[in-house]
Each structure stands twice: as C-alpha cells, then as structure tokens.
T-cell receptor
Framework: SQKIEQNSEALNIQEGKTATLTCNYT??????LQWYRQDPGRGPVFLLL?????KEKRKERLKVTFDTTLKQSLFHITASQPADSATYLC???????????FGKGTSLLVTP | DTGVSQNPRHKITKRGQNVTFRCDPI?????LYWYRQTLGQGPEFLTY????????KSRLLSDRFSAERPKGSFSTLEIQRTEQGDSAMYLC????????????FGPGTRLTVL
C-alpha cells in the first residue's frame, strides 16, 4: 500500500538555525510532491511544489529537494524564526490523481 | 485567509443526529475536495468534485456521508446518524484544473459528537 512517512517526533531547534524535515514515501511514482504548513486549529496552507524532474526548489527561506531514487523529499527552513513554529505536511497525489494523500506531519518548534 | 470559507466553524451534536457543513470555494476554482483530519494525523481524502460532478469518493466515505455541489459553486457535506468516531476536523479545499494539484484549504469545521 502507499505510505508517506514523516518524522513522528517533534523537531525543536533554536532560532537562526536551519530546520530540516524529512518525507519518505513507498509505492508511489509521483509526478510532484507538495509541502503544506498547518497551524493549530487551521487548515493547511500550501508552501511549495516540486516536480519529479526538479532536484531542488527554493522560495525565500524555504528549500525543498526531491530524490525519486531514494523516494525522499527534504524540506529546509533556513534562519528559522519562532513564527515558523507549526506542523509541516508532505503530500502526494492519490492513485487517481484527483486528490492528495498527506503524511502525518512533523511539528516544528523554534525557540528564541 | 485563502478565500475558502467554511461554516459553521464548530459544531457540537449528540450521537444519532444529522449535521451539515457548508464550503464556499474561491469563485474561479472548479475543483473542490473534502478531507477529514483527526488529532495527530494528516488530512484524509473523503470526496472530490469537478464542477458539479462528484468524481471520486474514498472508501472512508460511508453510506452515512453524502456530499453535493449544486451548480458547481458551494458544497455541502452531510453526516447522518452521527457517531462518536465522526468527531474530527472537516476540511474543504479547492483548486483549478491544471498540471498540478495545489489546493487551497478553508479553516475547517470542528465536529464534536457527544
């Protein structure tokens, strides 16, 4: 069956450091992979999409890598800030291609 | 604010009652999705509309669940004979047809079944 695995434990880092979150998947051949941010009690917010033919994508302090051989994506936040504290979700399209399957998310806490 | 609105934001009901949630999408978005999310989990896909046509339903969507999207605009999700296991956040997301499936989520409706 298709699985998306993200670090189950919360990630605590100090302000200014780089946060790295991992998303691993099995039994997928995705055309793209997406990352979302979710704050408590709110809906997810789209951050970045990376396609299968792209190795890396950047947006401001965010960087995503996508290794289809390892079946892994890494999500980096550089110069992290307390405002970056949230849960980050990795998502891949379901078999039919109509909707998304999400990982459980990784909780990030950035302390001053 | 993504432009997707959901009402109500919170709903408390007794087991066995029926509930209905509404989602108003971004106006130019023809795709609409419903997801369910429980604590500590990512959103789980329930159903998908393209315009007014319901094109896919997850096996999670039992017979007690029904969704509509009349005229391809707003959508409603109804749960009949609610059970305590239905307690969750119900999320609506919208998007446009295209090469990718970026989705814009509403704030969700938190359902508590007593």
């Amino acid at each position: 069956s298709q699985k998306i695995e993200q670090n189950s434990e919360a990630l605590n880092i100090q302000e200014g450091k780089t946060a790295t979150l991992t998303c691993n998947y099995t039994n997928y051949s995705p055309a793209y992979l997406q990352w979302y941010r979710q704050d408590p009690g709110r809906g997810p917010v789209f951050l970045l999409l990376i396609r299968e033919n792209e190795k890396e994508k950047r947006k401001e302090r965010l960087k995503v890598t996508f290794d289809t051989t390892l079946k892994q994506s890494l999500f980096h936040i550089t110069a992290s800030q307390p405002a970056d504290s949230a849960t980050y979700l990795c998502a891949l399209e379901i078999d039919s291609g109509y909707a998304l399957n999400f990982g459980k998310g990784t909780s990030l806490l950035v302390t001053p | 604010d993504t432009g997707v609105s959901q009402n109500p934001r919170h709903k408390i009901t007794k087991r066995g009652q029926n509930v209905t949630f509404r989602c108003d999408p971004i106006s130019e978005h023809n795709r609409l999705y419903w997801y369910r999310q429980t604590l500590g989990q990512g959103p789980e896909f329930l159903t998908y509309f393209q315009n007014e046509a319901q094109l896919e339903k997850s096996r999670l969507l039992s017979d007690r669940f029904s969704a509509e999207r009349p005229k391809g605009s707003f959508s409603t999700l109804e749960i009949q004979r609610t059970e305590q296991g239905d307690s969750a956040m119900y999320l609506c997301a919208t998007g446009t047809s295209g090469y990718s499936d970026t989705q814009y989520f509403g704030p969700g409706t938190r359902l508590t079944v007593l």
